[in-house]
């Protein structure tokens, strides 16, 4: 895609007219790195962010908003909805790559590298904004600091891929859904977009397949268990967590990489048991168990266990 002309990118004639409807701007929104342990933008910069928007467009849900290598010159943001980045294969199975919510650049690495190697496309009807690369380029220079916070949240992307491949190599079918419902809740709980154990993620039955590894029919066995062992039901796209504390077990959750506050971790936790806080797994330099004097790990490579 060439220009910001974004409709050529959308599936659909009727549909793909629709994401050219003017709107109102409505600035970066109050999502953005809200909530987080490092980044979070001050009024005075999300002003200025929110002024650099060229436009927003409403696109409906299922539409590509970008093609696996087409050349771009902006990048987008999640005002509202609910959008994913995916891949097909050559028989056209699907896997979703990453979930984004409102406050999520969906694909801001594209300033540099100025295409992209995965499709995009939303999952809800959303509003996104469109910033020129150009534009991205003078606030480089004019705000340095709003540029480093941008970064950080580009690099808030990388943890959530490195914690998707540990999650689809090492955890079984029905860890890796429990850690994915627990992953959706403290990203929408810990940023302000919803409160308590019950959210919709605009995904069906086949998508959670898709995101998960697994087929459709071990999906459904993986669901009837959470639901049978009082942990959480899926139903319609909604997500109900019934026993957070078991179900942060159950998927090994370790809400530490998507560096929220601690105000944050703590409207996540909510009705849960204990302190999350205390639980995390902290080792500093001066903690020298199970490291060599250069700070390396003296374990075996992949195993814990004593050979």
């Not at 962010?49 to 990048?75: C, K, W």
């Not at 509202?80 to 790559?97: K, N, P």
């Not at 540029?147 to 950080?152: E, G, P, S, V, Y």
Request: contains cysteine; proline residues 2%.
């Amino acid at each position: 895609m060439r220009g910001m002309d974004m409709s050529a990118q959308v599936d659909g004639g009727k549909d793909a007219d629709a994401c050219n409807e003017d709107i109102a701007l409505a600035g970066v929104g109050p999502y953005l790195l809200n909530g987080r342990d490092h980044g979070q933008l001050t009024e005075d910069e999300t002003e200025i962010l929110s002024g650099r928007i060229l436009e927003e467009r409403m696109v409906p849900a299922r539409q590509t908003l970008v093609r696996n290598g087409d050349t771009l010159d902006f990048s987008m943001l999640c005002v509202e909805g609910i959008i994913s980045r995916f891949l097909d294969d050559a028989s056209g199975r699907r896997q979703l790559l990453s979930i984004h919510f409102a406050g999520d650049f969906l694909d801001l690495h594209a300033y540099p590298l100025k295409s992209l190697d995965h499709d995009v496309g939303t999952l809800t009807d959303v509003r996104v904004a469109l910033m020129r690369h150009t534009d991205l380029e003078a606030l480089q220079h004019e705000h340095p600091s709003i540029m480093r916070k941008l970064w950080f949240a580009t690099l808030l992307d990388a943890a959530l891929h490195r914690k998707w491949v540990w999650r689809l190599g090492r955890l079984r079918a029905v860890s890796r859904v429990a850690h994915f419902f627990c992953e959706c809740h403290a990203r929408l709980t810990g940023v302000g977009l919803s409160k308590g154990n019950s959210f919709d993620l605009g995904l069906t039955q086949a998508d959670l397949a898709d995101v998960s590894g697994l087929t459709v029919v071990h999906t459904n066995r993986v669901l009837r268990e959470l639901r049978e062992r009082g942990l959480a039901t899926f139903r319609d796209s909604t997500v109900d967590i019934d026993d957070l504390s078991a179900l942060w077990k159950l998927g090994q959750f370790d809400p530490a990489y998507l560096y929220l506050s601690e105000e944050a971790l703590k409207r996540v936790w909510g009705q849960g048991e204990g302190d999350p806080l205390t639980s995390r797994s902290n080792v500093g330099f001066s903690d020298r168990s199970g490291l060599d004097p250069a700070g390396f790990d003296k374990r075996a490579n992949g195993s814990r266990r004593d050979v």
